[in-house]
């Protein structure tokens, strides 16, 4: 007996001591935030003073030390997210994650980001002479400093990632990554093309293709300029999206509203960028000043300039754009390898990629080029009777400055400079909302834009070989869409339809009136505006599209006088559109209006095209004049002999929505709590791994909001009946020009990557219950309750 207890005993002595180790080992790979380092490549000694949330203030006597040190800051909290950006860009993630992800890898490296930047970092970042290079390399010289000295991320050590360090190219691969989470049209033109081809145009009248009657049209001014005194396609492109480990953008909202109708009497401006939840948050944070310069900003991974920012003269913030920048081109072939391009044979361009794959032997990849972009037939597992297609996206034909334009505008210094600095952006475009101490307040839809021939229909695929489909050339920057201290006394943008450039309503996937009626209706209201009111329409709910579709289900589930259906009546009738986590109303309408879309959609289309369908803006665009349709063929289902009519279909989604609703949530209406199925997690890339998902993600939260509304903690319209969250503000932030040291802002979860850092989780319940914090710039109030960490010049 004493033996198996002693045994016992060692056993658990043994396991305590693994524990202690494995524990230790984590704390050591924890970021420093105090003390002192020693770092080759610098030129005099910076000091990062840490704020309670792990913000790095950097204070430098030189500009490339400063970019130095925000290098080194940035990669000890993000090295990990750094790492699967350049990874997912360049095609490089089954190298490390298994066979698992090489449909991911198939894919961008069709897209060509590569290609891209290997060509931009040698145009641009092979010269060491320009302040933005100089700028951009010290940057990488301090990610790569922390590659070399720094802990390894403990994600390195779990997946077996092999640290590398960074080169220019990386830089580029971030920019085109950040790109293509813009081209909606990659996912959306397959989908339409499919339903045009299949079903007929008959079928594309109900889906808002063009700008639908009701939207909301951001309006164009030019005011005077104020100074100071001085399907095999489709299901590729879906299974490769969803396994890809890093969020990309979906969204925004951002306005500036003037300081004649705000109390203080100089501008406000709001921004809250919409990304795709994870864990860490996309923007990292920081501040810089060195002599003559002081910038806080909102950074990238793996990109030096901050993208959102203040300086000490003016203050932007950023929203998509969601211009058209994809065009897919049907190609005729001739049998000797050539293409017909603008009426000519022309060769053909062949490159091959080799893709490592963990565990298994390289796969080959051979890709042929025309002169609008990459074959994506066979990558993409065409049918037969699909003929060669090519993709044509615009990060691939023009020169991008996306870095100059970034380094310019935080350097701006007078409202011309910002100006310019918004005219070098060709893509991805951008909403660019603009404010600054002088009092001017201003929005350009930043991109380069192509001219279209009228007949040309950018989302169904075009004609490649006679050259009537080409793009006609590119508007000047001054006719972008834009607006200049406009007398109604603000500027916006929801991602919705701007004004028209040369007369024409510009295509994209803009986004419908929901959030950007619901911003105008609330800007218009006459009076002085402060921070808290842009807190509150920050924080508003409520939709009134959603709540107009819903008097349309009701409608219809009345005539149909079953009073199995009188809960869902009851909750619906005077929905004004508002979504609380406590409101019974959501629950029941967004049920109903998944389940009608499935079942009216899906057995034409397919399950594959309709879920990709359902990923983009078009839907969102389409619900009121679709549901309101009751002569749609879409109601007909073609799986049966019989034709069915919209009254059947919702009718069958009404029962469909109450057995959900009593799984998920209980059998009495009373249970049926929108807080009970809309949820937000933040997860890891290691969520995948069950056993690492509670240390690794953070949540859940039971959390306000929906799809569409100003907050926008949207989700997947499937029809499992649990709508959780999946994407929205990945910061809110809002910023009175009259005390730009104090401005406010909130990470959804924390600043640091690093799973044992205090700042990994810290502002994730503030996130979700919709309070602040103070974006600080002045450094007695950082030091009150910071760290300081000096970095001292080694030798190299």
Same mark, same amino acid.
């Given at each position: 007996?004493?033996?198996?207890?002693?045994?016992?005993?060692?056993?658990?002595?043994?396991?305590?001591?693994?524990?202690?180790?494995?524990?230790?080992?984590?704390?050591?790979?924890?970021?420093?935030?105090?003390?002192?380092?020693?770092?080759?490549?610098?030129?005099?000694?910076?000091?990062?003073?840490?704020?309670?949330?792990?913000?790095?203030?950097?204070?430098?006597?030189?500009?490339?030390?400063?970019?130095?040190?925000?290098?080194?800051?940035?990669?000890?909290?993000?090295?990990?997210?750094?790492?699967?950006?350049?990874?997912?860009?360049?095609?490089?993630?089954?190298?490390?994650?298994?066979?698992?992800?090489?449909?991911?890898?198939?894919?961008?490296?069709?897209?060509?980001?590569?290609?891209?930047?290997?060509?931009?970092?040698?145009?641009?970042?092979?010269?060491?002479?320009?302040?933005?290079?100089?700028?951009?390399?010290?940057?990488?010289?301090?990610?790569?400093?922390?590659?070399?000295?720094?802990?390894?991320?403990?994600?390195?050590?779990?997946?077996?990632?092999?640290?590398?360090?960074?080169?220019?190219?990386?830089?580029?691969?971030?920019?085109?990554?950040?790109?293509?989470?813009?081209?909606?049209?990659?996912?959306?033109?397959?989908?339409?093309?499919?339903?045009?081809?299949?079903?007929?145009?008959?079928?594309? !009248?109900?889906?808002?293709?063009?700008?639908?009657?009701?939207? /909301? %049209? =951001? @309006?164009?001014?030019?005011? #005077?300029?104020?100074? *100071?005194?001085?399907?095999?396609?489709?299901?590729?492109?879906?299974?490769?999206?969803?396994?890809?480990?890093?969020?990309?953008?979906?969204?925004?909202?951002?306005?500036?509203?003037?300081?004649?109708?705000?109390?203080?009497?100089?501008?406000?401006?709001?921004?809250?960028?919409?990304?795709?939840?994870?864990?860490?948050?996309?923007?990292?944070?920081?501040?810089?000043?060195?002599?003559?310069?002081?910038?806080?900003?909102?950074?990238?991974?793996?990109?030096?300039?901050?993208?959102?920012?203040?300086?000490?003269?003016?203050?932007?913030?950023?929203?998509?754009?969601?211009?058209?920048?994809?065009?897919?081109?049907?190609?005729?072939?001739?049998?000797?390898?050539?293409?017909?391009? !603008?009426?000519?044979?022309?060769?053909?361009?062949?490159?091959? /990629? %080799? =893709? @490592?794959?963990?565990?298994? #032997?390289?796969?080959? *990849?051979?890709?042929?080029?025309?002169?609008?972009?990459?074959?994506?037939?066979?990558?993409?597992?065409?049918?037969?009777?699909?003929?060669?297609?090519?993709?044509?996206?615009?990060?691939?034909?023009?020169?991008?400055?996306?870095?100059?334009?970034?380094?310019?505008?935080?350097?701006?210094?007078?409202?011309?400079?910002?100006?310019?600095?918004?005219?070098?952006?060709?893509?991805?475009?951008?909403?660019?909302?603009?404010?600054?101490?002088?009092?001017?307040?201003?929005?350009?839809?930043?991109?380069?834009?192509?001219?279209?021939?009228?007949?040309?229909?950018?989302?169904?695929?075009?004609?490649?070989?006679?050259?009537?489909?080409?793009?006609?050339?590119?508007?000047?920057?001054? !006719?972008?869409?834009?607006?200049?201290?406009?007398?109604?006394?603000?500027?916006?943008?929801?991602?919705?339809? #701007?004004?028209?450039?040369?007369?024409?309503?510009?295509?994209?996937?803009?986004?419908?009136?929901?959030?950007?009626?619901?911003?105008?209706?609330?800007?218009?209201?006459?009076?002085?505006?402060?921070?808290?009111?842009?807190?509150?329409?920050?924080?508003?709910?409520?939709?009134?599209?959603?709540?107009?579709?819903?008097?349309?289900?009701?409608?219809?589930?009345?005539?149909?006088?079953?009073?199995?259906?009188?809960?869902?009546?009851?909750?619906?009738?005077?929905?004004?559109?508002?979504?609380?986590?406590?409101?019974?109303?959501?629950?029941?309408?967004?049920?109903?209006?998944?389940?009608?879309?499935?079942?009216?959609?899906?057995?034409?289309?397919?399950?594959?095209?309709?879920?990709?369908?359902?990923?983009?803006?078009?839907?969102?665009?389409?619900?009121?004049?679709?549901?309101?349709?009751?002569?749609?063929?879409?109601?007909?289902?073609?799986?049966?002999?019989?034709?069915?009519?919209?009254?059947?279909?919702?009718?069958?989604?009404?029962?469909?929505?109450?057995?959900?609703?009593?799984?998920?949530?209980?059998?009495?209406?009373?249970?049926?709590?929108?807080?009970?199925?809309?949820?937000?997690?933040?997860?890891?890339?290691?969520?995948?791994?069950?056993?690492?998902?509670?240390?690794?993600?953070?949540?859940?939260?039971?959390?306000?909001?929906?799809?569409?509304?100003?907050?926008?903690?949207?989700?997947?319209?499937?029809?499992?009946?649990?709508?959780?969250?999946?994407?929205?503000?990945?910061?809110?932030?809002?910023?009175?020009?009259?005390?730009?040291?104090?401005?406010?802002?909130?990470?959804?979860?924390?600043?640091?990557?690093?799973?044992?850092?205090?700042?990994?989780?810290?502002?994730?319940?503030?996130?979700?219950?919709?309070?602040?914090?103070?974006?600080?710039?002045?450094?007695?109030?950082?030091?009150?309750?910071?760290?300081?960490?000096?970095?001292?010049?080694?030798?190299?």
């Amino acid at each position: 007996m004493k033996i198996l207890k002693r045994i016992l005993l060692g056993i658990i002595a043994l396991v305590i001591l693994i524990v202690a180790a494995v524990y230790i080992y984590l704390l050591s790979t924890k970021p420093t935030y105090s003390g002192e380092l020693t770092l080759a490549g610098l030129q005099q000694p910076v000091e990062i003073l840490y704020d309670e949330y792990g913000v790095p203030h950097i204070y430098s006597q030189h500009e490339e030390d400063a970019y130095y040190a925000l290098g080194y800051a940035h990669a000890q909290d993000r090295l990990f997210q750094m790492e699967m950006i350049r990874r997912a860009a360049a095609g490089r993630l089954s190298e490390v994650l298994g066979e698992d992800l090489l449909k991911v890898d198939k894919l961008f490296r069709t897209l060509g980001i590569n290609k891209f930047a290997k060509e931009h970092a040698e145009k641009f970042l092979s010269a060491d002479t320009a302040a933005f290079q100089k700028a951009a390399h010290a940057y990488q010289m301090g990610v790569n400093q922390f590659v070399r000295t720094g802990q390894t991320p403990i994600e390195f050590t779990i997946m077996g990632i092999p640290k590398e360090e960074f080169t220019p190219q990386d830089i580029y691969l971030a920019v085109g990554f950040m790109s293509f989470g813009f081209a909606e049209g990659i996912r959306a033109d397959p989908v339409l093309e499919k339903i045009r081809r299949e079903l007929g145009v008959e079928y594309l !009248k109900d889906l808002a293709i063009q700008t639908p009657p009701d939207a /909301e %049209i =951001i @309006k164009n001014f030019s005011g #005077p300029v104020k100074t *100071l005194g001085t399907d095999s396609l489709i299901s590729f492109f879906s299974e490769a999206l969803e396994k890809l480990p890093v969020p990309m953008w979906q969204g925004s909202n951002g306005w500036v509203v003037a300081g004649d109708r705000t109390e203080s009497g100089l501008p406000i401006l709001a921004n809250d960028t919409h990304i795709g939840f994870a864990q860490p948050a996309v923007w990292y944070e920081a501040h810089l000043e060195y002599p003559g310069f002081k910038f806080y900003g909102h950074h990238i991974a793996g990109i030096p300039f901050g993208l959102l920012g203040q300086n000490d003269f003016c203050a932007w913030g950023l929203t998509m754009f969601e211009n058209d920048d994809t065009d897919f081109f049907t190609e005729q072939f001739s049998d000797d390898g050539k293409v017909k391009y !603008k009426g000519e044979w022309v060769a053909v361009e062949k490159r091959t /990629e %080799i =893709i @490592k794959v963990k565990g298994n #032997p390289d796969e080959k *990849l051979v890709l042929s080029t025309t002169p609008h972009g990459t074959i994506v037939n066979g990558v993409f597992d065409f049918t037969d009777n699909i003929k060669p297609t090519s993709l044509w996206w615009l990060l691939n034909h023009e020169t991008n400055e996306a870095l100059q334009a970034a380094y310019t505008l935080i350097h701006a210094s007078s409202f011309k400079e910002a100006e310019y600095a918004a005219s070098l952006f060709s893509s991805p475009g951008l909403n660019l909302m603009y404010g600054d101490r002088a009092g001017n307040i201003a929005w350009w839809a930043v991109a380069k834009l192509p001219i279209r021939a009228p007949h040309v229909q950018t989302k169904l695929f075009l004609d490649g070989a006679s050259g009537n489909d080409e793009p006609l050339g590119f508007y000047d920057f001054p !006719k972008n869409p834009h607006a200049v201290n406009p007398p109604w006394g603000y500027v916006y943008s929801a991602n919705n339809q #701007p004004d028209s450039v040369d007369g024409v309503l510009y295509p994209g996937y803009y986004y419908p009136r929901s959030r950007a009626g619901r911003i105008v209706e609330l800007l218009k209201a006459d009076k002085k505006w402060t921070t808290e009111d842009m807190k509150t329409i920050n924080l508003d709910v409520t939709s009134h599209m959603h709540a107009d579709i819903t008097k349309d289900f009701v409608s219809v589930l009345k005539s149909l006088n079953d009073p199995a259906f009188q809960d869902l009546i009851s909750v619906l009738d005077n929905w004004n559109g508002e979504h609380r986590a406590s409101q019974i109303a959501p629950s029941v309408y967004y049920n109903l209006l998944s389940q009608t879309m499935k079942l009216a959609m899906e057995d034409e289309i397919g399950a594959d095209a309709f879920k990709a369908l359902m990923a983009t803006s078009i839907p969102k665009n389409s619900y009121q004049m679709f549901i309101e349709n009751d002569q749609s063929p879409w109601w007909d289902n073609s799986k049966t002999t019989e034709k069915e009519t919209r009254s059947q279909i919702i009718k069958q989604a009404a029962i469909n929505t109450l057995h959900l609703l009593n799984t998920t949530s209980g059998e009495k209406s009373s249970d049926w709590q929108w807080g009970k199925i809309h949820t937000l997690t933040h997860k890891h890339p290691l969520d995948a791994v069950k056993p690492l998902r509670s240390f690794f993600n953070v949540g859940p939260f039971v959390v306000d909001g929906g799809s569409e509304v100003i907050n926008n903690l949207h989700f997947s319209l499937d029809s499992t009946g649990y709508f959780l969250v999946s994407g929205g503000p990945a910061l809110r932030k809002i910023i009175d020009f009259s005390d730009l040291e104090n401005g406010i802002t909130v990470s959804p979860s924390g600043q640091s990557g690093n799973v044992m850092s205090s700042h990994y989780d810290d502002q994730a319940k503030m996130f979700a219950t919709g309070n602040f914090r103070k974006m600080l710039m002045n450094r007695e109030a950082i030091k009150l309750k910071g760290t300081t960490l000096l970095l001292k010049p080694g030798i190299k």
